[in-house]
């Protein structure tokens, strides 16, 4: 079994958002987040939950469609603000 490239935390909150994902897959990294299921109303939902569940804030520019295309991107950016602001 390999190790998940991010915090569980992170897996827990994305799959909520990830009907078409059967509960036993895996999230790989490059899964297309569309494909299983986030449309742009779950997507704005999966943003609060991510930012609250982290204690970030995800700046207006990265808002993009590739920051929510994968989970590899979206944890990146999760990622690059924890490290700039850890999380106590």
């Known amino acids: 079994m390999?190790?998940?490239p991010w915090?569980?935390?992170f897996e827990e909150t994305l799959r909520g958002f990830l009907p078409l994902l059967p509960?036993?897959?895996?999230?790989?990294?490059?899964?297309?987040?569309?494909d299983l299921g986030l449309?742009?109303?779950a997507t704005v939902s999966l943003?609060?939950?991510?930012?609250?569940?982290?204690?970030?804030?995800i700046p207006d520019h990265l808002l993009t469609e590739d920051t929510f295309a994968t989970p590899a991107g979206l944890w990146s950016v999760v990622?690059?603000?924890?490290?700039r602001d850890p999380v106590d």
Do not use: C, M, Y
Not at 47 to 57: G, K, R
């Open 7 to 9: 915090a569980t935390k």
């Open 39 to 41: 449309d742009s109303l």
């Open 2 to 4: 390999t190790e998940q």
């Open 47 to 57: 943003l609060l939950e991510v930012e609250e569940a982290f204690d970030v804030t």
């Open 79 to 83: 990622e690059s603000l924890l490290v």
């Open 23 to 34: 509960d036993t897959d895996p999230i790989r990294p490059d899964l297309r987040l569309t």
